[in-house]
């Protein structure tokens, strides 16, 4: 008779001051219009 063992669940530790990989891709596509803004005009856009 084979026995299970009860898999638990991997406990996540709660982390402050770090970008999630949603927080980088994000943050890559803001850069990326960025970029694109200034290749088409020749000005960086400045958002105050």
């Known amino acids: ?3 299970t ?3 638990e ?3 996540r530790k709660v ?3 770090e ?3 949603l927080d980088v891709r994000e943050a890559a596509r803001d850069g ?4 694109d803004t200034f ?3 020749g000005k960086l856009p ?3």
């Open 15 to 17: 982390v402050h001051k």
């Open 32 to 35: 990326q219009k960025v970029f």
């Open 9 to 11: 669940k991997p406990r």
């Open 46 to 48: 400045i958002t105050k």
């Open 39 to 41: 290749v088409i005009t």
């Open 19 to 21: 970008l999630t990989f």
């Open 1 to 3: 008779m084979a026995t």
């Open 5 to 7: 063992k009860k898999t």
